[in-house]
């Protein structure tokens, strides 16, 4: 059974960046019928789409968080990551890992999600 | 303000039979299939539908899924106490780069 674990700082200063990191057990990352996504939702709100990842690095951001959004994927370890520059108060949220497929935007498994604050 | 429009609450008795909306347009759920997931208190979304009436494994058959146009439609059945959650819609937006989306999300009370 697939497995998604986030991983991480749970508490982040303002202007600075937040890291993430997802451990997924239970199946490759490299299988090519899946993206793997970032999703948050802030403290009562409902969920944002961050960003989607393929095994061989394509990346698609949400257009509304602008350069700010960095993913990457270590197949080797069978981990992809987030990274979120200039980071504010609005950043607050648990933070969901995903995969996703194998049709696009549909999230078949997730992870547990952390709540990474951000505050000085 | 989501993409994709869901009313924000929908209440019904138990044994009853609940539908939740999703109004989006031609560049999302009117060129791509859609999703459902349902979020218990204090847990991660679930995936109920996938490709706009499709169950995964193990999702039981009071949950159903279809879709008309730009419009997507959640529906339970014989509603349970435990299904009091809130549900989101998602799909793809063309006019995103290849962005997806989701809904606001529905609060569902069983009363």
């Known amino acids: ?120 | 303000q989501s993409v994709l429009t869901q009313p924000p609450s929908v209440s019904a008795a138990p044994g009853q039979k609940v539908t939740i909306s999703c109004s989006g347009t031609s560049s999302n759920i009117g060129n791509s299939y859609v999703s459902w997931y349902q979020q218990l208190p204090g847990t991660a979304p679930k995936l109920l539908i996938y490709d706009n009436y499709k169950r995964p494994s193990g999702i039981p058959d009071r949950f159903s899924g279809s879709k008309s146009g730009t419009s997507a439609t959640l529906g339970i059945t014989g509603l349970q106490t435990g299904d009091e959650a809130h549900y989101y819609c998602g799909t793809w937006d063309t006019s995103l780069s290849a962005g997806r989306v989701f809904g606001g999300g529905t609060k569902l009370t069983v009363l």
Do not use: H
């Open chain 1, 1 to 120: 059974q697939l497995q998604l674990q986030e991983s991480g700082p749970r508490l982040v200063k303002p202007s600075e960046t937040l890291s993430l990191t997802c451990t997924v057990s239970g199946g490759s990352i490299s299988n090519v019928d899946f993206y793997w996504g970032w999703i948050r939702q802030p403290p009562g709100k409902g969920l944002e789409w961050i960003g989607s990842i393929y095994y061989d690095g394509s990346t698609y951001y949400n257009p509304s968080l602008g350069s700010r959004v960095t993913m990457s994927v270590d197949t080797s370890k069978n981990q992809f990551s987030l990274r979120l520059n200039s980071v504010t108060a609005a950043d607050t949220a648990v933070y969901y890992c995903a995969r996703e497929g194998p049709r696009i935007a549909s999230m078949t498994d997730w992870g547990q999600g952390t709540l990474v604050t951000v505050s000085s």
